[in-house]
């Protein structure tokens, strides 16, 4: 469904008078096969949302290639990509004035309805109704805006879907359905799901486990086996810096 | 008699398909073309002859009077007068604005000084929109001034806005505030090419809780240029909130100065100030709903002086 081929993401630096390349991505290769839920985790800073965003065309790919259905969409633009069925759900999602929840759900669908935006609410389940004419602007609180950008990705019924740290400014009482939502999504058309985040209700869900660190997947498989890894990962994040000394400083 | 022309200023600035109900007045090339009174809205000719007194009744509720200004006359610049008396207890909407329609290379323009008095819990809704139009090459200017007193308990609600198409424009917005009273301003410019605007507010907090907000949102394209100057000046204990964004396309020019006098120790006055270009992630975010480029800066500048 979506294949990512020796896909390079580099960025150029300058340390100490000398210049030089930094590989943010690190010649990831992966296939993701429609209609399943992966979970992508791994420390601050390993290149998670990065990956998400080559895939989107949010940032460009450096080298390599990302196909989609088969074919290579690594040249398409953001908006090339949203037509062809990916959706993307932002970390921080933008805010706007003068653009209210209603008028971005019209964008995402195409629907003006009033009726049907209303059965889109209600699908979606996780906005309440009232939230339809409020501006996407500074006065939403973080779990508000985060609520309507699941909401705009699910309404869009996109045959790929990426979340980028949904659960960001989410109460926990909102994150259990916020996954049921998400499988039924998967069940209903089938939507290949991925869902970056650091939250073990989505490594619990997930059918696969993607484990990012240093630009380079370090594992991918299901939660049990995935454990191992997410434990080292978690004890030391200073590796290079000890060499592996327990009892360095 | 209203030609085409007319009728297409008349539209965009008024919202006016043929002649509207209820009172008003329609006022071309500094002549009255068409009046019309109600029973509870009268419009007279001030004594000077140089602009109308309108007089709302005490009690008036959800009635309206239409007072566009169209102009079509080569080398005009048509200064007019107005008073609105705005009687206790009312609540009327006021339709104003001015379309200039430029034939030839003669400049045309207009200044509507416009006062109002709006007595003790009376509510005014004030609309008012400047267009520029025509293939002609003339100057078309727009100097408008607006004056408002608030009564007690009187609330006002303001949206002034210049859609497109004026060269030059200097407006002046100046109000004081009675006791717990409410003013609400909007104001939306959008210049373009080599046009310039000024925005000037004085907004005067002098009786105990009175609150105003004044909103604007400029959006220079092209090499235009605009400039706000707003200050809520407090004297009571008061509330007042300025928050001016602009949004710089192409090359466009713009200075903002809020400026916040608290002359008494209750007085609460804030302000926000941005100035810049469309945020990437807006676009971003947009183009990931399928909207192309140029629909999604249309889209958030559609958005912004909405």
């Known amino acids: 469904m979506l294949e990512l081929k020796n896909l390079y993401f580099t960025v150029p630096i300058s340390d100490n008078g000398n210049s030089g390349e930094r590989n943010i991505i690190d010649g990831i290769n992966f296939t993701f096969e429609q209609g399943k839920f992966y979970t992508v985790t791994g420390p601050n800073g390993s290149g998670k949302t990065t990956l998400a965003k080559l895939i989107m065309g949010i940032n460009p790919i450096s080298r390599g290639a990302v196909y989609y259905e088969g074919r290579d969409i690594s040249s398409l633009t953001i908006t090339e990509r949203a037509k062809a069925g990916i959706a993307y759900s932002f970390q921080q999602p933008a805010r706007f004035k003068g653009i209210t929840f209603r008028d971005l759900l019209t964008m995402a669908t195409g629907i003006e309805d009033e009726k049907q935006l209303m059965d889109i609410i209600f699908h979606v389940g996780i906005c309440p109704m009232s939230f339809l004419d409020k501006e996407v602007d500074a006065k939403l609180s973080g779990g508000e805006i985060k609520k309507i950008e699941l909401a705009l990705t699910i309404a869009a019924n996109p045959k790929l879907a990426i979340y980028d740290e949904p659960d960001t400014g989410i109460d926990l009482w909102t994150i259990g359905p916020m996954v049921h939502l998400l499988k039924k999504e998967i069940s209903r058309h089938p939507t290949t799901t991925i869902v970056v985040s650091h939250n073990r209700v989505f490594l619990e869900a997930a059918d696969v486990v993607l484990i990012i660190d240093k630009g380079k997947i370090a594992f991918s498989g299901d939660l049990t086996d995935a454990l191992p890894f997410l434990t080292d990962l978690n004890v030391c994040t200073y590796r290079d810096s000890c060499g592996g000394n327990p009892d360095a400083e | ?306």
């Open chain 2, 1 to 306: 008699m209203l030609n085409n022309i007319d009728k297409q200023l008349l539209k965009t600035v008024a919202d006016m398909e043929g002649l509207p109900k209820g009172a008003y007045n329609i006022r071309k090339n500094g002549k009255l073309l068409q009046r019309q009174t109600s029973a509870n809205i009268d419009i007279e000719t001030n004594a000077e002859g140089t602009g109308i007194i309108v007089t709302i009744k005490p009690g008036t509720k959800n009635e309206s009077v239409h007072i566009p200004v169209i102009l079509s006359e080569a080398g005009l610049y048509d200064v007019v007068y107005n008073a609105f008396i705005i009687g206790e207890d009312a609540d009327v909407t006021i339709i104003a604005g001015c379309g200039i329609h430029c034939g030839t290379s003669a400049p045309e323009g207009h200044a509507g000084i416009h006062e109002f008095q709006v007595g003790n819990n009376a509510k005014v809704s004030y609309v008012e929109k400047h267009f520029g139009a025509g293939e002609g090459t003339g100057r078309r200017t727009l100097n408008p001034t607006t004056k408002i007193f608030l009564a007690k308990g009187a609330s006002a609600q303001m949206e002034l806005t210049q859609i497109s198409g004026v060269d030059e424009a200097n407006r002046v917005n100046e109000a004081i505030l009675g006791p717990d009273s409410l003013l609400l301003i909007t104001e939306r410019v959008m210049t373009e090419g080599a046009q310039t605007a000024i925005s000037t507010n004085n907004i005067i907090l002098q009786e105990a809780n009175s609150r105003a907000n004044m909103i604007s949102r400029s959006v220079m394209k092209g090499n235009s240029k605009q400039t706000f100057y707003a200050t809520m000046d407090a004297r009571a204990k008061c509330f007042g909130h300025i928050e001016c964004d602009a949004i710089i396309m192409d090359n466009g020019t713009n200075e903002t100065m809020p400026s916040l006098k608290a002359g008494h120790p209750d007085a609460e006055l804030t302000h926000e100030a941005s100035i810049g270009k469309i945020a990437s992630d807006q676009l971003t975010k947009l183009m990931s709903l399928g909207l192309t480029y140029d629909q999604a800066v249309n889209r958030i500048i559609q958005g912004f002086l909405k």
